[in-house]
């Protein structure tokens, strides 16, 4: 059982928009900056926000993160077959001492 | 291009020992802060140890008392010593730099499978 919770699929047509959510507690999304992460099939994890919103260099405008609370969502929009990945939330958990991930959420574009 | 690259994993007996190394390039190991994340197959990440750019050393409950993180200046790389392992540290363990409280640059990645 992951600290963060996340729905286990999801899947949406080519070139539509979906949001993918994260949800904690106080302890962690609360008073943490979350972090999503994209890990296509058989690869490593590849950093696709960080402190809640921020996009790395390279990453497309696409992609889109928020926080509200003791909650996070991922948005992606303008859906491409490439985007079919396992997505993960991340943050830190004062009360375990530790870094947290959600248990991933598989994206279908179908 | 700065890259992770690990080395180390492999098939080992319930209560043996394992030592996973992971170099660096175009980063410096002792001036970041750097992580071991695994992921058992076909399950989502779990965090397991880090150590900061003074040296100072967090292991998760999991594997604390078992697992040591460490890493050598000289050779630029990060190690995972796991001691005492049993099935349930199989798994696709990761080396991680944490920049911007995110994980920013990771290596392949390294299988370790525990078993008899």
């Known amino acids: 059982q992951s600290v963060l919770t996340q729905p286990p699929s999801m899947s949406a047509a080519p070139g539509q928009k979906v949001t993918i959510s994260c949800s904690g507690n106080s302890y962690n999304i609360g008073n943490n900056y979350v972090s999503w992460y994209q890990q296509l099939p058989g690869t490593a994890p590849r950093l696709l926000i960080y402190?809640?919103?921020k996009r790395p260099s390279g990453i497309p405008d696409r992609f889109s993160g928020s926080k509200s609370g003791t909650s996070a969502t991922l948005g992606i929009t303008g859906l491409q077959t490439g985007d079919e990945a396992d997505y993960y939330c991340?943050?830190?958990?004062?009360?375990?001492?530790?870094?947290?991930f959600g248990g991933g959420t598989k994206l279908t574009v179908l | 291009e700065v890259q992770l690259v690990e080395s180390g994993g492999g098939l080992v007996q319930p209560g043996g020992s394992l030592r996973l190394s992971c170099a660096a390039s175009g980063l410096t190991i002792s001036s970041n802060d750097m992580h071991w994340v695994r992921q058992p197959a076909g399950r989502g990440l779990e965090w397991v140890a880090a150590?900061?750019?003074?040296?100072?050393?967090y292991h998760a409950g999991s594997v604390r008392g078992r697992f040591t993180i460490s890493r050598e200046t000289v050779k630029n790389s990060l190690y995972l010593q796991m001691n005492s392992l049993t099935d349930g540290d199989t798994a696709v363990y990761y080396c991680?730099?944490?920049?911007?409280?995110?994980?920013?640059?990771w290596g392949q990645g390294t299988v370790v499978t525990v078993s008899s």
């Open positions: 991340g943050t830190w958990d004062s009360s375990l001492g530790a870094r947290v």
């Open positions: 150590i900061g750019p003074a040296g100072d050393t």
């Open positions: 991680t730099r944490r920049a911007h409280d995110a994980f920013d640059i």
């Open positions: 402190e809640n919103n």
